[in-house]
Each structure stands twice: as C-alpha cells, then as structure tokens.
C-alpha cells in the first residue's frame, strides 16, 4: 500500500516563500506521476504541477509557472514543492498525489489513486 505524507506548510506574508514536501511510503513503480494539486474552500481541486518520477520530467500550471518548482530527492523517496513570490491566490489545501503511469501528462485528480492528507498553504496580503 502507498501512502503520501506531506509536510512544511504553514502561513507567510504575500512575496515570502515555503517548501512543501511529499514523504512517499511503500513501493511505487519506476514510472510513476507525482503531482500536487490544490483546494481553496468552496473551490475545486486544482492541478498544480507533476514529475514523471524517476525521470525527472516537470510539467506545472501557467497560474504558478515561474514561481513553483517540482523536484525530487535522489532516493526518489520524496517529492518537493518549492513556492516563492506567494500571492493570497495561492491561499489552498496543498495535495500530494501519485499515480504509476508511464507518462506525467494527466491534470485530472481522477486520474491519481494514491493521495495525501494535504497541507495548508496560508498567504496573508
């Protein structure tokens, strides 16, 4: 069974910075989709950005394009999101989500099995 733990959210001043981090237990296949995903309340989860683990292909949303950056560790364990110039806008419940497919190109939450308790992002004005 995968399970996802994020961590490392947390509240900043609009133009600050945070790094969430996705803790991935148990096997996952070479070849798999790990992308955060976001929710605003009464809003829908959204599709941030995703890497195509172990390979290292990024692919992000134009909302955050420049400004986040989807990374992984070398043990490909853990799954990074590193987020600067924070806007109120990015106020949401961060989601880590994974999928084994041999492409990354999915925005879909339906298309994710496996997904993470979230983290909460907070960017005050």
């Known amino acids: 069974q995968v399970q996802l733990v994020e961590s490392g959210g947390g509240s900043v001043q609009a133009g600050g910075s945070l790094r969430l981090s996705c803790a991935i237990f148990g096997y996952i296949p070479t070849g798999t989709c790990v992308g955060w995903f976001r929710q605003a309340p009464g809003k829908d989860r959204d599709w941030v950005a995703s890497?195509?683990?172990?390979?290292?292909?990024?692919t992000y949303a134009d909302s955050v394009g420049g400004r986040f950056a989807i990374s992984q560790d070398n043990a490909k364990t853990t799954v990074y999101l590193q987020m600067i110039s924070l806007k109120p806008e990015d106020t949401a419940m961060y989601y880590c989500a994974a999928e084994p497919s041999n492409s990354c190109n999915s925005r879909r939450r339906w298309d994710f099995r496996y997904w993470g308790q979230g983290a909460q992002v907070t960017v005050s004005s």
């Open positions: 890497i195509h683990s172990p390979f290292g292909t990024t």
